[in-house]
């Protein structure tokens, strides 16, 4: 029964850095093709759990399984090992990362920074590549930027091109960690467009962000954190508008008065 | 008043261009093993493996806090007699200098790894790229920018203290001109020449530093 395996599954993530506790045993589950928006202060861990499911974070607590393999471990009776090289990339390259600072590769051009995992981890032609790579460009709007180093591009179009970089890889999941707050806000909407077009398509999509309008229109869930846990979830709807926890009032207040 | 004399330079012509090809040969082999070491040193330095990271870290601080002029004469005179090691006055130059200049490169090849974007390592970490296709194609690239000017700097460096390998009488630069005056005694002349060639060597070799600065400076 492949459709009910949820595409991601933590259970009991637990990280510390150091003596700072900053998930504390987070329980989550997103389904195949859902799209669920992470909302909290900052500091409340939402990064943290995005880079632990990317597995940037490696030295977590607890069980991720994505599609329902276990990331990063392996179970040897009864007791989990972690595990490297071919078996971590196989589950890790479910999953699609973009980043509040775009993270770019300065050294290359659009379609560089695109076609380079496809060649070196994919193992494929560089022509093959580059026609890729130029698909992608064009569905993000930006193929006639092909050959632009990132420093040429403004900051929307540097981030859509980290989408289009992450989508060469061919992801089952895309985690977006607030990918527009580091954007003119009259960038904010190009980006938001491809996220849009994305969930449209059936993409499973954690995104983390401050972007409220994004997250009553788009998501299917709204899951709000505070102090390394998980407070509240629901529907956009339930959780934005009509929330059952003192905090989630309180952060959404606060919010509404930030922004308007 | 001095009275100057550049007649002598020209019969000594010869002199000054194969102490020129030595200084050269001495310093092309030492750049080329100064950077590869160190370049490795430099990497197990920044590593957070403590078995690599501290064996790099000494290696460091031995051949930086010691002078070149005592390791090329230990290297010399000690080495064969404390470990049956024996090199020639030519290549017991290079082996010194190479291992001085190793490790100011280690130390350059470390910070420029240093000062690339961590957001651009997570980046190739998670489209699946191992440490040393991240090392490959990401960091060292982009570090090469900001390694580049320390780096040629040593380049000229090295030319510089190839002047040192005279001490264990290898016929550089220096020590050809230095074997001449005793015969001309015209060391006014011989030296202030013998300045001008060590600055046409090492002219270009800052004056390209500029230009490939100014070169990536366009390119991104």
């Given at each position: 029964?492949p459709?009910t395996?949820?595409?991601?599954?933590l259970?009991?993530?637990?990280?510390?850095?150091g003596s700072?506790?900053?998930?504390?045993?987070?329980?989550?589950?997103?389904e195949m093709?859902?799209?669920?928006?992470?909302?909290g202060?900052s500091?409340?861990?939402?990064?943290?759990?995005?880079?632990?499911?990317a597995y940037?974070?490696?030295?977590y607590?607890g069980?991720?399984y994505l599609e329902?393999?276990?990331?990063?471990?392996?179970?040897?009776?009864g007791?989990?090992?972690?595990?490297?090289g071919?078996?971590?990339r196989?589950?890790q390259?479910?999953?699609?990362?973009?980043?509040?600072?775009?993270?770019?590769?300065?050294?290359?051009?659009?379609?560089?920074?695109?076609?380079?995992?496809?060649?070196?981890?994919?193992?494929?032609a560089?022509?093959?590549?580059?026609?890729i790579?130029e698909?992608?460009?064009?569905?993000v709007?930006?193929?006639?930027?092909?050959k632009e180093?990132?420093?040429?591009?403004?900051?929307g179009q540097q981030?859509?091109?980290?989408?289009a970089?992450?989508?060469?890889?061919?992801?089952?999941?895309?985690?977006?960690?607030?990918?527009?707050?580091a954007?003119d806000?009259?960038?904010?909407?190009?980006?938001?467009?491809?996220?849009r077009?994305?969930a449209?398509?059936?993409m499973?999509?954690?995104v983390?962000?401050?972007?409220?309008?994004f997250?009553?229109?788009?998501?299917?869930?709204?899951?709000f954190?505070d102090?390394g846990?998980?407070?509240?979830e629901?529907s956009?709807e339930k959780?934005?508008?009509?929330p059952?926890?003192?905090?989630?009032?309180?952060?959404?207040?606060?919010m509404?008065?930030?922004?308007? | 008043?001095?009275?100057?004399?550049f007649?002598v330079?020209?019969?000594?012509?010869?002199v000054?261009?194969?102490?020129?090809?030595i200084?050269?040969?001495?310093?092309l082999?030492a750049?080329?093993?100064?950077?590869?070491l160190?370049?490795?040193?430099?990497?197990?330095?920044?590593?957070?493996?403590?078995?690599?990271?501290?064996?790099?870290s000494?290696?460091v601080?031995?051949?930086?806090?010691t002078?070149?002029?005592?390791q090329?004469?230990?290297?010399f005179?000690?080495l064969p007699i404390?470990?049956?090691?024996?090199?020639?006055a030519?290549?017991a130059?290079?082996v010194a200098?190479?291992?001085?200049?190793?490790?100011y490169?280690?130390?350059?090849?470390?910070?420029?790894?240093?000062?690339?974007?961590k957001?651009?390592?997570d980046?190739a970490?998670i489209?699946?790229?191992?440490?040393?296709?991240?090392m490959r194609?990401?960091?060292?690239p982009?570090a090469t920018?900001?390694?580049?000017?320390?780096?040629?700097n040593?380049?000229?460096?090295?030319?510089?203290?190839?002047?040192l390998?005279?001490v264990?009488g290898v016929y550089?630069?220096l020590?050809s001109i230095?074997?001449?005056?005793?015969?001309?005694?015209?060391?006014?002349?011989?030296?202030?020449?013998?300045?001008?060639v060590?600055?046409?060597?090492i002219f270009?070799?800052?004056?390209?530093?500029?230009?490939?600065?100014?070169?990536?400076?366009?390119?991104?």
């Amino acid at each position: 029964m492949p459709s009910t395996v949820p595409a991601i599954h933590l259970k009991d993530v637990k990280k510390r850095f150091g003596s700072l506790d900053v998930l504390c045993g987070i329980n989550l589950e997103v389904e195949m093709g859902e799209v669920v928006c992470v909302l909290g202060p900052s500091g409340s861990g939402k990064s943290t759990l995005l880079r632990c499911i990317a597995y940037l974070e490696d030295d977590y607590e607890g069980r991720i399984y994505l599609e329902g393999d276990l990331l990063g471990r392996a179970e040897h009776n009864g007791q989990l090992k972690r595990v490297e090289g071919a078996a971590l990339r196989k589950v890790q390259l479910k999953v699609g990362m973009v980043f509040q600072q775009f993270n770019l590769w300065p050294h290359k051009t659009a379609l560089g920074n695109i076609i380079e995992a496809l060649i070196l981890v994919k193992k494929m032609a560089k022509n093959e590549a580059q026609e890729i790579g130029e698909e992608l460009l064009a569905k993000v709007g930006l193929s006639e930027k092909c050959k632009e180093y990132p420093s040429r591009l403004s900051g929307g179009q540097q981030q859509r091109v980290a989408i289009a970089r992450a989508l060469a890889m061919r992801p089952q999941i895309m985690l977006f960690d607030e990918v527009t707050s580091a954007l003119d806000p009259e960038l904010v909407d190009e980006v938001l467009h491809v996220m849009r077009q994305l969930a449209e398509e059936g993409m499973t999509m954690l995104v983390v962000t401050h972007e409220l309008g994004f997250a009553s229109r788009v998501a299917d869930r709204v899951v709000f954190m505070d102090q390394g846990v998980v407070v509240e979830e629901g529907s956009p709807e339930k959780i934005l508008k009509n929330p059952n926890k003192l905090r989630t009032r309180e952060f959404l207040s606060l919010m509404a008065h930030e922004k308007f | 008043m001095y009275d100057w004399n550049f007649d002598v330079i020209w019969d000594y012509r010869m002199v000054y261009l194969k102490g020129a090809v030595i200084t050269l040969e001495i310093s092309l082999l030492a750049v080329f093993f100064a950077v590869t070491l160190g370049l490795f040193v430099g990497i197990a330095r920044q590593s957070h493996r403590k078995l690599l990271s501290l064996p790099a870290s000494w290696y460091v601080e031995i051949f930086r806090d010691t002078p070149l002029l005592i390791q090329i004469v230990w290297i010399f005179y000690c080495l064969p007699i404390l470990m049956g090691i024996t090199l020639n006055a030519f290549w017991a130059a290079v082996v010194a200098l190479s291992l001085h200049m190793s490790a100011y490169m280690a130390e350059i090849f470390r910070a420029g790894i240093v000062s690339v974007d961590k957001g651009h390592i997570d980046a190739a970490k998670i489209l699946g790229l191992n440490y040393f296709q991240i090392m490959r194609r990401i960091i060292l690239p982009q570090a090469t920018r900001q390694m580049l000017p320390p780096l040629v700097n040593n380049f000229a460096d090295i030319l510089k203290l190839s002047a040192l390998a005279s001490v264990i009488g290898v016929y550089e630069l220096l020590h050809s001109i230095d074997n001449v005056i005793m015969n001309n005694f015209r060391p006014l002349e011989m030296y202030s020449v013998l300045a001008l060639v060590y600055f046409i060597l090492i002219f270009p070799v800052a004056f390209a530093a500029r230009r490939s600065e100014i070169y990536f400076a366009r390119r991104y």
